[in-house]
C-alpha cells in the first residue's frame, strides 16, 4: 500500500517529491487541497482551486525503458474510476481525459536524473471534482460534480492509486504493450484531422493509430510521421 501524505496547500505537489524524493520511499504519494504554484505539461500554471484533486506519485521502478508509458497508464485509471459513475471519459492522446469534449484531468510526469541514470520518476495529476465555473483554466474543463458525481477526494484518490498500482509492474515490464488495448478503446480520434503542438513548432493530419510504444501516427502532407510528444488539437 503506498504512503499518502496530505497537505493543506503546497506550492507543489510535484516540487515536494522532487526535493525529498531520495528521502521517501518508493509509491509515495503526496496530495494537496489547494497548490499556490501547480504546474503543467510545457511548464503551463496548473490553477488549483479548492475541489480539485492534486496529487503527485513518487516512483523508483527497477526497470526504466518505459517510463514515458507511466502517464498513459495514469490516464487510463483515471478513465477507469471515472466510468463507475456511468461516465463515458476518453483520452486525448498523450495523457489528457475528457468527458463531453472538456478537460477533467491533466498529468504531468518528470524524471529526476542523478549520475546519468534515472533516480525517480514523479506523476502530478490534477482532476476536477468538485469544483464549479471552470471557464478561467484557458481550455473547456468541466468536473465530475458538474457531472452529477459528487464523491469525496479522498474516495477517488484511492480508487485510482487501487486501479494504477494494480497495472503498475505490466507497464514496467511490458511499457505501453500492457495496457495498448484498453487505451485505444478510450481514444476516439483514429482517422480524424488534428494538429499536434509542442514548445517549438505544429504539425497537422490525420491520426492512423497510437504505435505499440505509445506514440501517435499521423499522416500528413510530408508523410507518415512518428509523434512523441505534443499536445493533440482537434
Not at 179 to 201: D, H, L, T, W
Request: glycine share 8%.
Amino acid at each position: 500500500m503506498s504512503n499518502i501524505l496530505y497537505f493543506e496547500t503546497l506550492d507543489s505537489t510535484q516540487s515536494y517529491l522532487k526535493q525529498h524524493h531520495s528521502e521517501l520511499n518508493d509509491q509515495t504519494v503526496v496530495t494537496a487541497g489547494t497548490q499556490t504554484a501547480g504546474r503543467g505539461r510545457f511548464d503551463r500554471r496548473w490553477i488549483s482551486e479548492p475541489g480539485g484533486l492534486y496529487f503527485s506519485v513518487l516512483l523508483k521502478p527497477t526497470k526504466t525503458d518505459f517510463v514515458a508509458n507511466f502517464t498513459q497508464l495514469m490516464a487510463l485509471c483515471i478513465c477507469q474510476a471515472t466510468e463507475r459513475y456511468a461516465l463515458q471519459p476518453n483520452l486525448k492522446w498523450p495523457n489528457d481525459v475528457q468527458v463531453n469534449g472538456k478537460k477533467l484531468c491533466g498529468i504531468l510526469s518528470e524524471a529526476v536524473v542523478q549520475n546519468n541514470q534515472v533516480a525517480c520518476v514523479v506523476l502530478g495529476v490534477g482532476v476536477n471534482v468538485a469544483q464549479a465555473g471552470l471557464s478561467q483554466v484557458g481550455q473547456p474543463a468541466v468536473s465530475l460534480r458538474e457531472l452529477g458525481v459528487n464523491v469525496a477526494q479522498e474516495d477517488f484518490l484511492q480508487a485510482v492509486l487501487d486501479l494504477f498500482f494494480a497495472g503498475y509492474p505490466a507497464v514496467v515490464a511490458d511499457g505501453f504493450r500492457a495496457i495498448c488495448s484498453a487505451y485505444k478503446e478510450r481514444f476516439p480520434f483514429v482517422g480524424k484531422q488534428i494538429a499536434v503542438k509542442n514548445v517549438a513548432s505544429a504539425v497537422t493530419g490525420i491520426v492512423e493509430d497510437i504505435s505499440p510504444r505509445g506514440t501517435l501516427l499521423l499522416r500528413t502532407a510530408q508523410g507518415p510521421q512518428e509523434i512523441l510528444i505534443g499536445d493533440l488539437i482537434v
